[in-house]
Nanobody, 119 residues
């Protein structure tokens, strides 16, 4: 069984920084893309950043957020700088991975971590 465990969320003031981490563990053969999504109250979940064959960011976070990976640890990070109140949301990590005894990649999700930016 595969688990994605996130950490690093919290409360920060406008202009502050946070670093999120997400470690994948379990019966993993390989991981393709890893990414971060967020969902604010009353809104749909949206892509924040993804790292696979290429790296892509939502326009709203370009220049402020940086996604990185440690493939040896099956871990993805999200460095968030210059945070704004509109960045407040639950942040979820995702991993497109191949599990043992499977022949296709599936997307797994973390449990989510709250990020709150106060004005």
């Amino acid at each position: 069984q595969v688990q994605l465990v996130e950490s690093g969320g919290g409360l920060v003031q406008t202009g502050g920084s946070l670093r999120l981490s997400c470690a994948a563990s379990g019966s993993i053969v390989s991981i393709n893309a890893m990414g971060w999504y967020r969902q604010a109250p009353g809104k749909q979940r949206e892509l924040v950043a993804v790292s696979g064959g290429s790296t892509n960011y939502a326009d709203s976070v370009k220049g402020r957020f940086t996604i990185s990976r440690d493939n040896a640890k099956n871990t993805v990070y999200l460095q968030m700088n210059s945070l704004k109140p509109e960045d407040t949301a639950v942040y979820y990590c995702s991993a497109d991975l191949l599990e043992y005894k499977s022949t296709y990649y599936v997307r797994r999700w973390g449990q989510g971590t709250q990020v709150t930016v106060s004005s």
